[in-house]
């Protein structure tokens, strides 16, 4: 599983039968600071994710088979959860961190003071 | 799964049994930048991936495609496949903050 940000949708009229089951995201995969890490991938949604959300997607394709429903599906990212709020510090949904963002060393000082 | 350009074919000579009638596809992946909608050539720098063909994608329209096990996953036989293109892209909207 991996913390990523739904930065765009695609639409896709040729598909594959188990992608007609959700909503087809980019998703940037993060880092710890939660800086963009990797290429954008695409992950199925079925629990209606907006733009800029940080979501929990599951990069392993048997979970996603199961979860989707179809054993023939080609699908590997799925996204599993809407996060919230995330443990390190807290950050706001759809607001970005600030430029100086504490390396994880320096203590766990809230990104984003909570207002 | 990952998004790609259809920039050719391949047309396979002697190949593993299970792999007859495929249809092979030479894609080239997008960078972030013609994710955002930057002109697809010059083509993007990374390794150019051999795609088995599941949608009929011509050349430069943009599919995705899954690799690794996933990709094995739709044929009914065991097949030696590691990228298989699963959807034919028809608009990107794309937005980073």
Request: charged share 20%.
């Amino acid at each position: 599983m991996q913390l990523a940000r739904i930065d765009g949708t695609i639409t896709s009229t040729a598909c594959h039968p188990s992608m007609r089951k959700g909503r087809t995201v980019i998703c940037q995969p993060l880092d710890l600071e939660g800086r963009p890490d990797g290429a954008p991938v695409l992950a199925l949604d079925q629990l209606g994710a907006g733009l800029h959300q940080m979501v929990m997607i599951s990069t392993d394709g048997s979970e996603t088979r199961t979860l989707v429903g179809d054993e023939r599906s080609p699908l590997r990212n799925y996204i599993q959860a809407i996060v919230d709020e995330r443990g390190a510090g807290s950050w706001e949904r759809g607001v970005n961190p600030p430029a100086s963002v504490p390396t994880p060393t320096s203590g766990s000082k809230p990104l984003v003071p909570r207002s | 799964m990952r998004l790609g350009t259809v920039i050719g074919k391949v047309t396979l000579g002697i190949s593993d049994s299970a792999l007859k009638g495929g249809r092979f596809l030479l894609v080239q992946p997008l960078s972030r930048e013609q994710f955002a909608g930057a002109p697809l050539l010059p083509l993007a720098k990374g390794a150019t991936v051999v795609v088995y063909d599941g949608v009929g994608a011509g050349e430069g329209q943009i599919v995705g495609f899954s690799e690794g096990a996933e990709a094995a996953v739709p044929f009914p036989v065991a097949t030696p496949i590691d990228a298989y293109a699963s959807c034919l892209i028809d608009q990107i909207h794309y937005s980073p903050p």
